[in-house]
């Protein structure tokens, strides 16, 4: 049983919490209907009532016509707060560095992936343990290491991973890569985390039977967990991905729809993984749907909040930051979002999001305008949001230091540079 806590945030009694944007803006990326939320300080006032949130992700819906419609930047997007109620908890002194709190548990992560991809033939192997060269971030993991030690913690036990919070972080490291293998040969990519891509070593047919081999590689660790409703969690990840990839070879002609269909497709492509993994090692340690519910909707605004900045990135970090060429999206005909708040300032971009950026010179029109608007800043503004509520969510929990770590995540999200 989950012990109880108290908010962090001074949140009226008796509310199901919503985040300010979902409150002012009727953005939710879930099917609940959400209740009442007075946010003290903000100014923002919703309804009454006491739904239970849905435990399944639905599609994101609109961020609201306000954003889209207005040219200014809003006192909205970056409401202020009373000071936090255990401030003490909160200290920069206190929050823990998530990087070195969660390498003990990340130690071995790719010696056991490759554990599990291993082949007797040569070159399906190399193929396979390419991107699995202990060189990259583990992000993911990283998350869903300090998630499942917060929720042990905060569930009266100690924090010491169970043999299944464990799988699921090296399963979720595992479906990012194929998802990234999958994507470089839809977009036709030569430059992946600095090195030349699969589909240009080895050619796109091989590229995607190497994605295919590690989700299914992935899909048996998972069935080996032995919890159903993990494998129907985490099954959704998948689902999610195809369904974002799908959602991103289209526009909408629809201006006022766009932005809906953008964090729709962020959802499903980036936070989908973050959320339903986070959801999965609470499931595995906590009964109670609130619990689940709080891990579900921290990987949620934090997979969010990710793209977004990974999308200024696109505008404002050069080649050899990224691991990647600038400007991609454009040249992949895709409007993130300072490309869509640009919009309202420069509306020749309507255009050009339409015949995704196919025309000469499209691509370099378009990035001008994305410089000289405020798309970047409003951005970043809309990302601070989401890192808000995370911060809201995860506080919920009884305080540890992989619950601070998480805090301090956010600003680690929010101020990367690649």
């Known amino acids: 049983m989950a012990i109880p806590w108290r908010h962090c945030w001074r949140w009226t009694t008796g509310a199901t919490s919503t985040s300010v944007l979902e409150t002012i803006c009727g953005f939710n990326g879930r099917s609940a209907t959400f209740t009442a939320l007075s946010l003290r300080g903000t100014g923002a006032v919703a309804g009454s009532g006491k739904e239970r949130l849905s435990s399944r992700p639905e599609d994101t819906t609109s961020i609201g016509n306000y954003i889209l419609t207005s040219r200014h930047k809003s006192r909205l997007l970056y409401p202020t707060r009373k000071p936090c109620c255990c401030k003490r908890i909160h200290s920069d002194a206190k929050l823990k560095d998530p990087f070195t709190l969660a390498q003990k548990d990340l130690n071995h992560l790719y010696d056991d992936i490759k554990k599990e991809l291993f082949v007797s033939k040569s070159e399906l ?170 891990a579900f909707q921290y990987g949620r605004n934090v997979g969010i909040a990710f793209q977004l900045v990974d999308d200024v990135l696109d505008f404002t970090a050069c080649a050899s930051q990224l691991g990647k060429p600038s400007a991609t999206d454009l040249k992949l005909g895709l409007a993130t979002g300072p490309v869509l708040f640009a919009c309202q300032q420069f509306p020749e971009l309507h255009a050009m999001i339409m015949r995704r950026f196919s025309t000469t010179g499209d691509v370099d029109r378009a990035w001008q305008y994305v410089l000289e608007s405020d798309g970047v800043d409003q951005t970043n503004y809309l990302a601070q949001s989401y890192c808000r509520e995370a911060i809201r969510q995860i506080s919920l929990l009884r305080p540890s230091p992989e619950r601070d770590a998480l805090i301090r995540l956010t600003e680690m999200v929010l101020t990367r540079d690649k």
Not at 192 to 219: P, Q
Request: hydrophobic share 40%; proline share 2%.
């Open 125 to 294: 192997k190399s193929l396979c343990d390419y991107y699995f060269d202990g060189k990259g971030k583990a992000f993911r993991p990283m998350i869903v290491v300090l998630m499942a030690r917060a929720c042990n913690i905060h569930s009266n036990r100690d924090g010491d991973l169970l043999p299944g919070q464990r799988s699921i972080a090296m399963i979720s490291e595992m479906i990012h890569t194929a998802s990234l293998v999958h994507d470089d040969v839809i977009d036709g990519s030569d430059k992946r985390r600095g090195k030349t891509t699969i589909n240009e070593v080895w050619g796109e047919r091989k590229a995607i039977l190497a994605g295919d081999f590690i989700l299914s590689a992935a899909s048996m660790a998972l069935a080996r967990i032995g919890n159903n409703t993990v494998v129907s969690v985490l099954s959704q990840v998948i689902e999610d991905l195809v369904r974002g990839e799908f959602m991103q070879l289209g526009s909408k002609e629809n201006e006022s729809e766009r932005f809906k269909h953008y964090l729709e497709k962020s959802f499903k492509k980036t936070a989908s993984l973050i959320a339903n993994s986070c959801k999965a090692v609470s499931i595995l340690v906590n009964s109670d749907p609130e619990v689940q519910e709080i």
